[in-house]
């Protein structure tokens, strides 16, 4: 089976800090995702890749920025992380359309 | 606007009926549509993708039914279980190249013994 990896799943920070959340799948997949969950507002894209060093702009790429620069990992970034940034956060990869993602267990961040 | 819709209030069924879901979505013209399921303070799980030239897909006790006419997926578990409680969501590929899926708001279901 394939595994989406997450690296923290609670995580605590400050406002202004730059966080780092880390993502790594086993299976090879070419595409990669992270989205933001909030109660009533539902799953969110921020941002996708479908290969090393690509990246696209999801839904709600504001405040955020990606890297890719292994196949396997794909990494969120917050630059200076807000309140508004509090959040679960999942990762999920894919092979192709014709298959369904794989999603991670989750990060639930909470910026104080 | 692309919009999924599906019912937020929670579908409560006695054990051993069939549940069924709706998805509606409007502005899409979806070439496939997918279903999840989700428990709390854990990621989506796939279920079953269904392709627009499918009219129904069946995996054990689940059925996916697809009618773009009337742009609408139902989702029924027959045979329910205290253990099929859980939120349910559909979703769409905004350009149909399998790398921007746009979830619906999801469904819970509660199935009580």
């Known amino acids: 089976d394939v595994k989406v990896t997450q690296s923290s799943r609670y995580l605590v920070k400050r406002t202004g800090e730059k966080v780092f959340l880390e993502c790594v799948q086993d299976m090879d997949h070419e595409n990669m995702f992270w989205y933001r969950q909030d109660p009533g507002l539902g799953l969110r894209l921020i941002y996708f890749s479908y290969d090393v060093k690509m990246k696209e702009k999801g839904d709600i790429p504001e405040g955020y920025s990606v890297s890719r620069e292994k196949k396997e990992r794909f990494s969120l970034i917050l630059e200076s992380a807000s309140t508004n940034q509090t959040s679960m956060y999942l990762c999920?990869?894919?092979?192709?359309?014709?298959?369904?993602?794989?999603f991670g267990s989750g990060t639930r961040l909470t910026v104080v | 606007s692309q919009k999924i819709e599906q019912n937020s209030e929670a579908l409560n069924i006695q054990e051993g009926k069939t549940a069924t879901l709706t998805c509606n979505y409007t502005?899409?013209?979806?070439?496939?549509l997918q279903w999840y399921r989700q428990d709390p303070g854990r990621g989506p799980v796939f279920l079953l993708l269904i392709r627009e030239n499918e009219k129904e897909k069946r995996k054990e006790r689940l059925k996916v039914t697809f009618d773009t006419t009337l742009k609408q997926s139902l989702f029924h578990i027959t045979a329910s279980q205290p253990a099929d409680s859980a939120t349910y969501l559909c979703?769409?590929?905004?350009?149909?190249?399998?790398?921007?899926?746009?979830f619906g708001g999801g469904t819970r279901l509660m199935v009580k013994p």
């Open positions: 979703a769409l590929d905004q350009n149909n190249a399998g790398n921007m899926l746009t």
């Open positions: 999920a990869s894919s092979l192709t359309v014709n298959y369904g993602y794989t």
């Open positions: 502005n899409y013209s979806p070439a496939y």
